[in-house]
């Protein structure tokens, strides 16, 4: 359809498609075009001088602007209403040329309110921000990413949130009229643009027309939040974004209805009932079980009217971290103890039931014992992909469960309470009050650890986060990123009290360093809301990867605690190296070269106050630590990001 063209229409949002821009023409200084008098041949030419542009020029407007008719409105602006019918309340975003069309829509058409632009400094930090958002507030958060080069950046925390099983919404900018691109676009523009990330996303479309869009970005979202959740991709054409299309012209919005999780079978369930009801020492195992705080409650209903114990894995909270059966801090005992072990959206079922001894040759062996019943409750068995191998092994079972843990959970706890007698009260409270010993024991256990090198500098990585605790306990809080190893070493875990479900939001999913600043942010920015205190122990390695996040969080009023656990290397790669040196029998001197931070030492400090956040550190003496936590938490209540940089002990 021809536009209607004027020279100078305010009233109108111009959309610049073309034009050559009057102003003062760029005069060569003399001499530039060639070697000044006296210069040697094949000299360089001395540099063009550009005389400043006048007021005159500067003030001259377009000689041809192409502007939207009174009568059209953009694809953009419907795509808004698309995505506001959605309910998303931020979107993340590098910005890129590939989808301008659609950033001017969301903050003029849309005012920039929901959803409100998150302005990032790479693409990795977006995803990751609405991956840290998703498991904060439940709901996910729209990302936009430029073409091949912006997916590309953003791809390494795809991974993670697909491994992690987040649903992380992409919009991905492209031109795919070879005839229409300009230069840059066509580096950046391609035939098939989710190719790249579809071995590890569950959906992705590239819509050719408005109403395939709105069809699209509603089933995009349904697939995204139906279990198993997992990352999806929408590709918007920016001609699309950009061309006009009549005001007259009604285009629908389709209704959102998210479809009802899948519970497991009956005659399944009632078996499983039947199975934990006769146990003598059955375990729960539940790892991204807990889809929504309701989860959380639900375990514990199951766990008490059983008097089981339950081991939390952590990529989820499952189960408040002091509940007397709470055996995570002895998990290999507890699962060596077993007569049947129930996993319940465990990703790793055959590392609960077996173990992997990574030595000079790798052996594995079964902690279970060999006559235990095996009981899986998993999406994990409804879908699946090949090329990147996040299954794990595969654990034979007695009973294996395709549905919703969470989902199933309801029935579960019908059919055992209708099996319960009264002799086996008897016997549940006599399990329930060994495990909470155990419990007790394991736990006295974790504060005497954490009592080592208590005064030693640096700070104990037990200190610092026992500090931390002491800081944060009678706030709203919640922990957005931790360094998670082991809960032999993961001294949050083992030493704080987790018992809301927003208090712990699990890792990276599929490891990937760089996840953890700016899924602190993103949790930060999902808690701001509700007015929680957003913590975060932030390892050294990982911010580097994207620290402009940092300026994210200052820029967006972010208010996020980041403590700094620095101890100047990459650690455990510093310790995979030093374990092939003793296996060569080479000594472990050399083991750290390459992979410590040292020569210079960052300065965290320094780092964040140039980007705006209140910092202090480096941190080195533990009697340092408290007080400054405490000014720091200060800013933060106040509405404020802060960072505290903390010199730690390796682990």
Known sequence: MP??????????????????LAGAARVAAPGAAGAQAGEPRGAAPAPAQVPPMTLAAETTPPSDVQVIGETERCGSDYMVDVFKSLGFEYVCANPGSSFRGLHESLINYGGNQSPEFITCCHEESSIAMAHGYFKADGKPLAVLAHGTVGLQHASMAIYNAWCDRVPVYVILGNYADAAIRRGAEWYHGVQDAAAMVRDYTKWDDFPWSLTHFAESAVRAYQIALTPPMAPVVMVLDGSLQEDAVPRSERLPIPRLTLPVPPQGGTGAVQEAARL??????????????????????LLVELAETLQAGVIDQGSRMNFPSRHPLNQTQRARAASADADLIVGLEVADFWGVVNTLRDQLHRTSRRVARPTAKLITITTGDLYIRANYQDFRRLQDVDLAIAADGEATLPSLIEAVKRLVTADRRRVYAERGAKLA????????????????????????????????????KNEDWSLTSSYYSSDQTNWPRRLWNFDKSYQWLGHAGGGGIGYGAPASVGGALANRKHGRLSVAIQTDGDLMYAPGVLWTAAHHRIPLLSVMNNNRAYHQELMHVQKMCNARNRGVDRGVMGSQILDPNIDFAALARSMGIYAEGPISSPNDLGPALKRAVAVVKRGEPALVDVVTQAR
Request: overall charge positive; proline content about 4%.
């Open 3 to 20: 536009r209607s063209k004027t020279s100078n229409h305010l009233e109108r949002r111009a959309f610049l498609q073309k034009g050559a």
């Open 276 to 297: 934990l009801v006769a146990a003598e020492n059955p375990v729960l195992v539940a790892d991204r079980l807990a889809r929504t705080p309701n989860g959380m409650t």
């Open 437 to 472: 010993a155990a419990s007790r024991a394991a736990a006295e256990a974790s504060r005497a650890a954490a009592s080592y090198a208590w005064e030693a500098g640096p700070v104990s990585t037990a200190r610092l986060s026992a500090e931390l605790w002491a800081q944060i």
